[in-house]
């Protein structure tokens, strides 16, 4: 394997395990909101917030890394963060 063959698997595999992280929150909160708790709650604010806040620490490793530009970071985070917002909103239509 080349070296600039494993760099484009790194950056693949480090993309693929934000996302599949991003992916798990968005999850979490889509369980909470359907069984345990409403968006107003503080226990649904923490868990997002850290759990964001957690991810977003990721992609900044990653970032730091090089295994993964800072645009394609910024973009898992902006497509969650829509994707919750959705989420949100559907759950205050129930």
Not at 22 to 40: F, G, S
Not at 62 to 84: F, P, S
């Amino acid at each position: 394997m080349l070296a600039s063959e494993m760099i484009v698997n790194h950056h693949e595999k480090a993309y693929a395990l934000l996302q599949a992280d991003a992916e798990k929150i968005l999850k979490l909160i889509k369980v909470q909101m359907d069984n345990l708790t409403m968006p107003q709650c503080p226990l649904y604010e923490e868990v997002l917030d850290t759990q964001m806040f957690g991810l977003s620490r990721e992609i900044d490793f990653a970032v730091r890394l090089g295994l993964i530009d800072a645009k394609d970071g910024k973009t898992i985070l902006d497509q969650l963060e829509r994707e919750l917002s959705a989420l949100h909103d559907a759950s205050l239509k129930k």
